[in-house]
């Protein structure tokens, strides 16, 4: 069996059909994959290693940056 390597490509919309056209006459396997969703907890992830925190002593101001 051989071995398998996947890439990923990102190649406009209207060629696809091209990009399927050859990977079935190649016997390659070509898939569409959605796109990666980023949540909160991501985004909170990403601040936290950049240091980028909101940092207070005052529950009105927490409360309020809470709401935006």
């Given at each position: 069996?051989?071995?398998r ?25 070509a ?38």
């Open positions: 069996m051989k071995t390597t996947t890439y990923i490509v990102q190649i406009p919309e209207s060629d696809s059909h091209l990009l399927h056209a050859l990977a079935k006459k190649l016997g390659w396997a898939k569409k994959q959605k796109p990666q969703h980023i949540t909160r907890l991501d985004k909170a992830i990403m601040a936290a290693h950049e240091d980028d925190l909101f940092e207070t002593d005052d529950i009105d101001v927490l409360l309020k940056s809470l709401r935006k």
